[in-house]
């Protein structure tokens, strides 16, 4: 217990005195969501913005023609990725595989841990946004998927902090337990600091904050989405963290959102069957 709290006081101090910049936004994502805000948002500036860079435009392409989109046919460029998907599919596509490059981890152990937190992220705004759509609750898909998305993006910062630790001060003794320990204590308030940091609305940022807090704002329909999706995915074992046998239709979660057992049956199943979590 003293080990798992004086690393937890290291990465804090860490985190408190900036030793680490904090990550930056992409470029490309940010100018495709201010196109998107736009009346009429311009699909060949979208295109262009892709295009201008090979990465992006292969990994945008790379998840257009996965199992979990796939048409018939297979797209060979952007232009058709576009419309066939839409461009807020592919505005999605374009924030996952931007977020995906910018946090890069080298040491294996910590990079295993990056895996299973991305597949978590990711699982969790697919949840967010199925579920949004389950019923009418006044929410944008796309917002439920920007919120799940980010909503443990303090954890992604904690592990770059780590990796900074381990190799500045040459620890070996850093575990896989003690690294999860870190990053569930820190995660919340980092995450919140990355968003504001970011200037994305203050909704998402709230959501990075408070949705570990048990007693949170059931008004607040888009933290409850996360939620309850963040809860889907732990006890499908989609996490770093060991799975937790949560009775998903007994929630409060699932009382506030009014979704049923054959809804949750069904949210798991589309998980299960997902292969976007392999992106």
Sequence with gaps: MAQEQS???????????????LPVFSAAASRIQQELAKKEPGIRVIEQVIAADQALSTEVLKTANSSF????TEISNIRNAIMRLGIKEISNIVILATTKNTFKIKDKMINLILKRLWQHSVGSAYSAA??????DYGVEKDDAFFAGLFHDIGKLFI??????I????KLTQITPVLLLEAMDKLHTTQGHKILEYWNVPDQFAVIARDHHLEDFDQSNTLLTIVRMANMTCRKLGISPNPPV???LPATTE?????????DLAELEIFLEDSKVLNA
């Design 7 to 21: 690393f937890i006081d290291l990465v804090n101090h860490y985190l408190v005195s900036g030793q680490v910049s």
């Design 69 to 72: 989109y796939r048409g018939l």
């Design 130 to 135: 199925w579920i949004c759509k389950r019923h």
């Design 159 to 164: 592990l770059m902090v780590i990796e900074h």
């Design 166 to 169: 381990k190799r500045q001060n």
């Design 245 to 247: 046998d949560t009775m």
């Design 254 to 262: 699932a009382n506030l959102l009014n979704l049923s057992e054959l």
